[in-house]
């Protein structure tokens, strides 16, 4: 993989926590990962899925440059 990487994890799901880590590991590109704290897998506790979509967006924002 050589595209930029974001890995967003909840941090209370400790076994996709682990996997992520092991798959960061791995990459050998630009990456970055957030675990975003008091989140499950789907994001579902309140404010957990606007704090994903602002990581999401900032990563964007520095990563995706438009067309020339």
Sequence with gaps: M???TLLLVGGHDDGVI???QLTYNQL???KDMV???G???LFEEPG???A???QAAAWFVRHLRPAA
């Design 2 to 4: 050589t595209a930029p």
């Design 18 to 20: 682990d996997l992520n």
């Design 28 to 30: 050998n590109c630009e």
């Design 35 to 37: 675990i975003v704290p």
């Design 39 to 41: 989140a499950s897998h």
């Design 48 to 50: 957990t899925l606007e």
């Design 52 to 54: 994903v979509a602002k």
